[in-house]
């Protein structure tokens, strides 16, 4: 048997929701000369700190990601090698691994 909590507790759970939520889409300076919402720069942190190569940052943003894209078709990857001119494509439906033999150390052997 499951105790609910009394509907003091829920009501002031609902009101500090409320006025967080509220705190989140109001508008203040964003650093750059502009205005935006505090979710916007919560985002945009969270995104530079994945970018930077913060590991529960990455995990997040893929979190979100695949959340967001859940019952979507699996997209197509170009992935291009910064000191060469060579990419590939890669398909999420083949789960195949990329073979390493002959493996020379450059991505474009």
Known sequence: ???EPPSG???TD???RDAILR???RQTEDGEGGVAEYVELIARRLVEKAAGGDIQAIKEVLRIEDTATAGEAPRKATIEWLD???SSVTDPADN??????GYSGSPAS
């Open 14 to 16: 609902q009101v500090i």
């Open 96 to 101: 195949s691994c990329p073979s390493t033999i």
């Open 23 to 25: 705190e989140l889409h």
């Open 84 to 86: 060469s001119g060579s």
């Open 1 to 3: 048997m499951t105790k």
């Open 9 to 11: 507790e829920i009501e």
